[in-house]
């Protein structure tokens, strides 16, 4: 017969790896520990899961809770489970990892148990010493959003529509860190079905270095085809 005795209790938390374009650089939102252990180190965003909510409940609390909006604008998706034990010094503690972005976020204010909440460039964030496995975590979030650019119109979830297609060109240099032709990404781009779609008007001429653009909106596909592979 089972008896739950038998198995020794483990806490199950959420973090998250959020991500969005400020200055035109990408960036992760980090908070730094208020509270041991790793007292004051940068940290992702996290928290407990409650007794009476799932893991996505979960981090749309925290997502609230970090960004100040009552609903998460941008784009949220399971990343992986990380359970090694001893990643936690005070249990076993097994956390559901969640990637999210969206653009244009807000300056972040600290939760309870966090000193600061801040952005930062992912190139700064990858050189940094973070708390618990999260050096790790941000480092496969990353990769996962790079690997969705190139055969998802995920990109789009970084820009306001209406956007130029010189918007998104930024999206697609800053999360590769790659700069790009720009004939060569726009015949990319409009050559690929269903990416974008064209609307009425066109983009202020100091946004887009002096040319009026045409601007666009999401189209109605998710996968790209053919693949716009990183250079």
Do not use: C
Not at 147 to 156: G, H, M, R
Not at 188 to 194: D, H, P
């Amino acid at each position: 017969m089972y008896d739950a005795s038998d198995y020794p209790p483990f806490a199950v938390t959420v973090d998250l790896a959020m991500f969005t374009l400020r200055a035109s650089s990408l960036s992760v939102l980090l908070v730094r520990r208020g509270e041991e252990p790793f007292r004051g180190m940068p940290a992702l965003p996290g928290g407990f899961v409650h007794a009476d909510e799932s893991a996505e409940v979960a981090a749309r609390r925290e997502l609230a809770e970090e960004t100040g909006l009552d609903s998460f604008p941008g784009h949220l998706e399971q990343l992986a489970t990380y359970s090694e034990p001893g990643r936690d010094p005070r249990m076993r503690v097994v956390s559901v990892v969640f990637v999210a972005f969206a653009p244009n976020l807000p300056e972040p204010s600290a939760g309870s148990d966090a000193a600061d909440a801040y952005w930062m460039p992912v190139e700064d964030a990858s050189r940094e010493s973070l708390a618990f496995d999260h050096a790790q975590i941000l480092a496969d979030a990353l990769e996962r959003v790079r690997s969705k650019l190139e055969y998802t119109t995920l990109a789009t979830h970084f820009v306001e529509s209406p956007f130029s297609i010189r918007d998104l060109q930024t999206v697609y240099e800053a999360v590769w860190d790659v700069t790009w032709d720009r004939a060569n990404f726009r015949r990319k781009v409009l050559g690929t079905r269903g990416f974008v779609e064209p609307v009425e008007g066109v983009a202020d001429a100091a946004s887009t270095g002096g040319r009026r653009a045409q601007l666009y909106r999401p189209g109605d596909a998710t996968t790209l085809h053919p693949p716009i592979p990183r250079p």
